[in-house]
């Protein structure tokens, strides 16, 4: 299957190099690019791409912005949305995040890691850079409880198990490593992830890290 990718960012030499790395893909497909935010949409709208490659900071409409219009918790459409940015910092993660983004990654990612990235997310997954797991447990560790309290509230309408396989989403660990932990099949674990998104309304993996993150669910020192 061909992975339609649209560039977003507002330097022309960086989108060039980004189709560079991803047309010596043989399954990559760039179908356009978009120098902001709002270019960016209506390329969207145009070409159908499966995965937007969404810079940050951009003129008229930032990534941000862009990414919830395109991707946000009340969109069906098929983009998924995969962060590149420069910026390293807890509020354009969070927000990214909270926009509907499935993958954030940093400009410097090693090509092989910017490819194998857009192939997860175009398959329904999410991608977060180490540095931002780390950075999204350190952002909230001052906020979580530190025994063995019950889990919130709010992740009652969860079983045990499915709590459990959220706590382990949370960790970063992908649903070979989850059926590792847990002595199931991966295929127990994919059922478990899904009715978890279900049921919590969350729209992929990292939607359910940052809510297990926000909800207090993970603690410090879980990583």
Known sequence: MTIRVLLVDDQPLLRTGFRMILEAES??????????????????????????????????MDGVEATRRIAGP????????????????????????????????????????????????????????????????????TKLPSGDEAPPQALTVLT??????LRLVARGLSNAEIAAELFVSETTVKTHVGHVLTKLQLRDRVQAAVYAYESGLVRPGAM
């Open 27 to 60: 399954d990559l497909v760039v179908v356009g690019e978009a120098g902001d935010g709002q270019q960016a949409l209506d390329q969207v709208r145009a070409l159908q791409p499966d995965v937007v490659l969404m810079d940050i900071r951009m003129p008229r």
């Open 160 to 165: 045990e198990r499915e709590v459990e396989v």
């Open 74 to 141: 009340d969109r069906s459409g098929p983009a998924k949305v995969l962060v590149l940015t420069t910026f390293d910092l807890d509020e354009y993660v969070v927000e990214a995040l909270r926009a509907g983004a499935s993958g954030f990654l940093l400009k410097d990612v090693p090509a092989e890691e910017l490819v194998q990235a857009i192939r997860v997310v175009a398959d329904g997954a999410a991608m977060l850079a180490p540095s931002v797991t780390r950075r999204l447990l350190d952002m909230y560790a």
